[in-house]
């Protein structure tokens, strides 16, 4: 059981380079998060999603798009990457709220935009 | 909007002396978690906290729920080196049930 996978663990990109993070969990879970951390600012929600096919904005979304074609997967792209963008990028997944209380976080993705 | 508040952000204490770190947050919400976060690494569910009254321990931490006050506490006992990383706390919110996640508390404890 992976739990919740991210891919790459680390990337560095030029300014106004595109790039796509996956989130892959193997749970079955409907709703997925993407977060980014950030030094002083704790965790800050970009875009989530409640089901396959379904996706809305967070706190922070502006540059960032999603989407969740697969139940099982949650992409997070940067179409034109800008240096604000450098951060920690955590993915989450839940069950239904009436199936559970835990969140599961994934390993993190270290991003560097140059 | 929801806000969660930690304080404090930075705490250096001593091995075997007790100290609480405080949640605040600033709408109704009907569950608390507290995660850890090592250097360099993910978070680590340290509790949930379903409902007011709630007492939940673990080890050398204590965690507790105020819905009224709107406040939770995670309390240490005993300090131990093994016990550094940064404490956040988070609160459920109605869009998609996501996090609200606090800044945060750097927790140093020193022999």
């Known amino acids: 059981n992976a739990g919740v996978t991210q891919t790459p663990k680390f990337r560095v990109l030029k300014t106004g380079q595109s790039m796509t993070l996956l989130c892959a969990q193997d749970?079955?879970?409907?709703?997925m998060y993407w977060y980014r951390q950030d030094p002083g600012m704790g965790l800050r929600l970009i875009h989530y999603?409640?089901?396959?096919?379904?996706?809305a904005k967070g706190e922070v979304p502006d540059g960032y798009n999603v989407s969740r074609l697969k139940k099982q997967n949650f992409l997070l792209g940067l179409e034109s990457a800008a240096p604000s963008q450098t951060s920690v990028y955590f993915c989450?997944?839940?069950?239904?709220?009436?199936?559970?209380?835990?969140?599961?976080f994934g390993e993190g993705s270290w991003l560097t935009v140059v | 909007e929801l806000k969660v508040e930690q304080n404090p952000l930075f705490l250096s204490m001593q091995e075997g002396k007790n100290y609480t770190i405080y949640c605040n947050y600033s709408?109704?919400?009907?569950?608390l978690y507290w995660y850890r976060q090592d250097p360099g690494k993910s978070l680590e569910s340290l509790f949930v906290?379903?409902?007011?009254?709630a007492v939940k321990q673990e080890g050398r931490l204590m965690a507790s729920l105020d819905t009224k006050a709107r406040l939770s506490t995670l309390h240490i006992t005993a300090a131990v080196h093994d016990l550094s990383a940064t404490y956040f706390c988070?609160?459920?919110?109605?869009?998609?049930?996501?996090?609200?996640f606090g800044k945060g508390t750097s927790l140093l404890v020193t022999p």
């Open positions: 989450a997944s839940r069950p239904q709220r009436s199936s559970g209380n835990t969140i599961y």
């Open positions: 988070a609160v459920v919110v109605n869009s998609g049930y996501a996090l609200n």
């Open positions: 999603s409640v089901g396959e096919g379904t996706t």
């Open positions: 709408t109704t919400s009907d569950r």
């Open positions: 906290l379903l409902s007011n009254g």
């Open positions: 749970m079955n879970h409907e709703y």
